[in-house]
Each structure stands twice: as C-alpha cells, then as structure tokens.
Nanobody
Framework: QLQASGGGLVQPGGSLRLSCAASGFTFDYRSVGWFRQAPGRGREAISC????????YYVESVKGRFTISRDDAKNTVYLQMNSLKPSDMAVYYC???????????????????WGQGTQVTVSS
C-alpha cells in the first residue's frame, strides 16, 4: 500500500512537500502518480512520474508550481508544491502503476487502494 504524507495548513503563496511511501513493495520500475480530491468534487489526476524518472506529467493548473520527483533508494515519490492557491485545497493521494507520459496520465478504472491521503489546506 502507498501512504501519502506531508499535508497541512499553509497560507496562499506558501509551499508544502508531499511524500508518497510504499510498504510491502518497491517503486523500482513502476510509475507513480499524484491525485487530489476537493470536497464535493471528483478525484483529479495532477502529476505523474514514469519508472525512469525522466518522464513527468502535470495537469495545466499546477504546471510551473508543482514538481514531482522520485528517490527509489528511499522508495519514495515527492510532490513539491509551491505558490499554493486556495483552489489547491484537497485531499492528496498517490498511486502506482499508471500510464504516465508527457501528455497524459491514466490509472485503471478498477484501482481502489487509495489509502487515507493527506489533507492540504490553503487558507489565510
């Protein structure tokens, strides 16, 4: 299972770094993606990194503000979030083994091991 952490309360314009750690398996040769779900809205795919670390994808709304990276030695994927906006407020989740290219990301419709996620609150 994957465990997302690092969320919290931050003022608009602030930064947070989320971590996605795996237990029971390794990230080696596996893509990983970040998703978020705001209250009353569906889950949104926002960023992914392929197995090599050389291919990344960002949804338009976070381009230039969020950076995804991976450290396979630590079995962890990170999401550095800068210039946070109130519209970024959501529960953030991570998931493995998705299609990840420079132009799109897609996870299986039957994937359901989302875990608890980590809450990001952006408010003054």
């Amino acid at each position: 299972q994957l465990q997302a952490s690092g969320g919290g309360l931050v003022q608009p314009g602030g930064s947070l770094r989320l971590s996605c750690a795996a237990s029971g398996f390794t990230f080696d040769y596996r893509s990983v993606g970040w998703f978020r779900q705001a209250p009353g809205r569906g889950r949104e795919a926002i960023s992914c990194i392929d197995y090599s670390g050389h291919v990344t994808y960002y949804v338009e709304s976070v381009k230039g503000r969020f950076t995804i990276s991976r450290d396979d030695a630590k079995n962890t994927v990170y999401l550095q979030m800068n210039s946070l906006k109130p519209s970024d407020m959501a529960v953030y989740y991570c998931a493995p083994d998705l299609l990840c290219t420079e132009s799109t990301m897609r996870i299986s419709d039957i994937y359901d091991d989302w875990g608890q996620g980590t809450q990001v609150t952006v408010s003054s």
